[in-house]
Nanobody, 125 residues
Framework: VQLQASGGGLVQAGGSLRISCAAS????????MAWFRQVQGKEREFVAA????????DYANSVKGRFTISRDNAKNTGYLQMDSLRPEDTAVYYC???????????????????WGQGTQVTVSS
């Protein structure tokens, strides 16, 4: 399974951006998909996750109410809509996927078998 993240860029504080994660290879619509982010020198942190049917989502407290995770199983693509962006949202955003991820482990990077290469999101003040 290969994951390709795209859509990152430079945006002003208060602006919006949507990043995408396209899956290819031996994909499954039953994958849990997630987004993590990492600032250089800091640990990778959980952002959001979505169950295969889209019915269950989880968000980090820092992005709740501003970010929306979604997926289109027909296109094997996941999305992260980011609104009301803040300078502290600046990071490299990574998409991840795996089967058999239970909700209690959504936020653990060790629960995911597949990772994309990351896309840079920079929010200027």
């Amino acid at each position: 399974v290969q994951l390709q993240a795209s859509g990152g860029g430079l945006v002003q504080a208060g602006g919006s951006l949507r990043i995408s994660c396209a899956a290819s290879g031996r994909t499954s619509s039953r994958f849990v998909m997630a987004w993590f982010r990492q600032v250089q020198g800091k640990e990778r942190e959980f952002v959001a996750a979505i169950m295969f049917n889209g019915g269950t989502t989880d968000y980090a407290n820092s992005v709740k109410g501003r970010f929306t995770i979604s997926r289109d199983n027909a296109k094997n693509t996941g999305y992260l809509q980011m609104d009301s962006l803040r300078p502290e949202d600046t990071a490299v955003y990574y998409c991840a996927a795996s089967q058999s991820v239970i909700r209690s482990t959504f936020a653990s990077q060790f629960a995911y078998a597949y990772w994309g290469q990351g896309t840079q999101v920079t929010v200027s003040s």
